[in-house]
């Protein structure tokens, strides 16, 4: 049996995506920016798309920006926020301790450049106290950038209430909604965002093509320099397969939204409660305020690295947290951030599935984890001190 579970690190690309890039490709060839008619039907296509992926998140289509993914959305977010707010000495920014890279990263980037960086702490549960937002806000405040939901374990954020909070304290509000799009309803008009970052091969669209949502207000910033593509905010000629097959798997997730959430809380709460049954084992992050589809738990007494190799070995795909760090072999910033201690961190386990995974499946990852943790520990020097306790 070949099981993936490693839905938060990249989807299947769905066969509407795919069919709509191969059409795109063979039929709609030019160049958008071109004038002659060829290059004006790829234009055409290109705001069609434009206008498919605004509907899904309640936009205008004026406000999105097509990027190559979440990472460089994230990127021109946060610097854009920085560099107008540096135009009113406004050189603070707050976020939390547990982002994706791609946002830490580039406040490390901005705080070489002078900027304060405010990184909140999370409690246990993974979910962030709006109070602590709510303080942490100054009068040279240019940004709050926190995420929609976490990437490893899950946890969604109070992001209506953190979007009203800067609305009413005039801060621009990002969130990295790259977990979060195509699973859970966005409306960015109902949640008080800004600005926010979406990737199409998280919701079952092609790698390589992402979106950037910034309100008309927002003056971006370009990080790349070139020609006069996305309204003179990010220069390269468009991917327009890429960018078509992402508006067809976005519409589709949002179409079929409901249905596959209500069917993969059912896989998900199976899982929980099979893995649950392993002794020192704790699930991380809140057990309801989390995507539909994510599982995260830590064993202790092994190593996630190990326990990936033997999975992987009976057919199960997952992963030990980021897919961006899965190469390293420091534990999660993520499960430390909530708390757990460095020599447990190592042990975790993220599962991440879609609503083509069955029954049948998630019993056979509960049945094969325990067998290979019990195999680990077995060969473990220190599980024996840890069943002690």
Sequence with gaps: ?????????????SDKAIEAMVQTMKNVYGNPSSLYSLGQRAKEVLEQAR??????????????YFTSGGSEADNQAIISAAKFGLLNQKKHIISTKIEHHAVLHTLKKLEKEGFEVTLLDVPQNGIVNIE????????????????????????IQPIKEIGQICKEKGVT???????????????????????LSMSAHKFHGPKGVGVLFARKKIV?????????????????????????????????ACLHM??????EIVLRNRLI???????????????????????????????????????????ISASSGSACTSGSLDPS???????????????????????????????????QTKEVVAYLRSISPVWEKIKMK
């Design 273 to 315: 409660d099979g893995l649950s049954q392993i002794s020192h084992s704790m699930l991380n992050g809140d057990r309801e305020k989390r995507l539909p589809g994510n599982v995260n738990y830590i064993f202790e007494g092994i190593e996630g690295e190990s326990l990936l190799l033997l999975l992987d070995a009976r057919g």
């Design 220 to 252: 971006l910033t370009n990080v790349i320099e070139g020609g006069a593509q996305e309204r003179g905010k990010r220069a390269g000629t468009e991917n327009l397969p890429g960018i078509v097959g992402m508006a067809a798997a976005l519409e589709e």
């Design 173 to 195: 509000f990002h969130t990295d909604a790259v977990q979060a799009a195509g699973h859970i309803p966005i409306d960015v008009n109902e949640l008080n965002i800004d600005m």
């Design 51 to 64: 206008m498919d992926v605004a509907k899904c998140i309640g936009a205008d289509f004026k406000e999105i």
């Design 132 to 155: 602590d937002v709510k303080n942490a806000i100054r009068e040279d405040t240019a940004l709050v950038t926190i995420m929609f939901a976490n990437n490893e374990i899950g946890t």
């Design 1 to 13: 049996m070949n099981i993936y579970a490693d839905n938060a690190a990249t989807t299947k690309t």
């Design 258 to 263: 409901k249905e596959n959430a209500e069917r």
């Design 333 to 367: 910033h993520v499960l430390l951030a909530i708390g757990r201690p460095h020599e447990i961190a190592h042990g975790s386990l993220r599962l991440t599935i879609s609503a083509e995974n069955t029954e049948e499946e998630i019993d056979y990852i509960v049945q």
